[in-house]
Every structure is written in C-alpha cells, then in structure tokens.
C-alpha cells in the first residue's frame, strides 16, 4: 500500500466535500472522522458542542505526523500550484511566492491542529479503518474524505470492508472521493440505502442502514 498523503483541511472544506453545513453538523450528536490526518473537523466540531472523535492509524506520533505533512514536497511548476491551489496563491506571480505562502498556510494549519489536539486529547485517536475501536452504533455519523476510495491506498474490497465497519459504528456514512465511484452490479453491501453524487468536488456517497 502506497504511503498515505497527510491532509490538513479547514473545517469549512470538510463541509463543502461532504454537503454538511455548521447548522446540519449541529444536528448530529456524534460524529466519526475515519482518516482525519491533521483536519481541524473534529476539533471544530466539538467546540460546536457535538461529541467529535478523529481516527488515525499516525496519530501514535504526532510529531511524526506533523513534520510530514510540512515536508510533502511542493510542486515546481507555477502551472501546477495553481492547478493544486488555485484561490490559495491569488496575487502570487512567481514560484517562489508560491511555494512561500503555501508552507505559511501549512504552519498555520499544523498550529490549528494542534491547539485542538492539546484541548481535546482523548478526541484523537490511533486507530485503522479496517477495525474501528468502537461499538456498534457508537456514532450518528461516520465520514471520511478522500481516503476510502482512492485507489493509490486501498483495493475495491478493502473499501467496502472499511464502509462496513464505518456502518457498523454509525447509521450513516458520508465518504468523499477525487475520483470516481462505481460499483459492479448491485451494492455490495446488504440492508443500506445508498446515494451516490458527482459533482465539482468528486464524488460523494452517502449511506444510511435501512
């Protein structure tokens, strides 16, 4: 399996792949975070008031984590950052300029992460995706976001083997995926009604056990 890419999205991006807004993540009680890397949902969420859990299979060192995700290699082209971060470097003519603010917005990202990791240590936890360490219906929602079904990590079955356990702790499941998703047949998954969305942001598949 090919070396996971660390992510550290902002909140607002977490609920634009996954057609969540602050108000309708208000109305979950709880909520699971598969794959969180160094995204600020969960530590947002629980300042909402919503009982918010991040898993991770890095989190047993964050520090590694953290110096990794600074050290993902910038592209080195000036074509291909904006293809990457077009609305990040807005102003910026040059490579250089570029590259500069991005590893800021990096350390600013790494700060945010780990403020909500100081406060709310017992929040994130070390954990795969195969075998979550939660009981059934632990959760109201599971999500995860660009993980799942990318298939530089993860083969079709090990996909579903992780939707099941993502059911399993929760009634439903929001997964987003880059590429497309796409099923041989029916939907390898019995007793769950499915929704599967494309649209400017890849591809969202929304779950729910009947």
């Known amino acids: 399996m090919t070396s996971i890419k660390t992510s550290a999205r902002y909140f607002s ?31 947002r969420s629980l300042e909402l008031g919503v009982n918010a859990v991040a898993i991770d299979l890095r989190y047993s060192d964050i520090d590694a984590l953290t110096k ?30 570029m590259q500069g603010i991005i590893r800021k917005d990096r350390e600013q990202r ?7 990791y100081l406060n709310y240590q017992d929040s994130f936890k070390q954990g795969n995706c195969f075998d979550l360490p939660h009981d059934k219906d632990s959760f109201d929602l599971s999500l995860s976001v660009e993980l799942i079904f990318n298939r530089r990590y993860f083969t079709q079955e090990q996909a579903v083997h992780s939707l099941k356990e ?11 995926s880059y590429v ?11 007793g769950v009604s499915y929704n599967l969305r494309e649209g400017n942001y890849g591809t969202l598949l929304i779950l729910q056990r009947d």
Do not use: H, W
């Open 110 to 116: 790494v700060r945010k992460f780990l403020n909500y």
């Open 68 to 97: 990794q995700y600074l050290s993902q290699p910038l592209p080195d082209s000036v074509d291909e950052m904006i293809r990457q971060f077009r609305g990040r470097i807005d102003g910026c003519s040059t490579l250089a300029e």
């Open 180 to 190: 497309p998703v796409s099923f041989d047949g029916s939907f390898p998954i019995e």
């Open 166 to 176: 993502m059911l399993r702790v929760a009634r439903e499941v929001r997964v987003q």
């Open 13 to 43: 991006t977490y609920c634009k792949l996954l057609d969540l807004t602050p108000e309708t993540v208000l109305g979950y009680k709880s909520i699971l975070d598969v794959g969180a890397g160094l995204s600020e949902f969960t530590g």
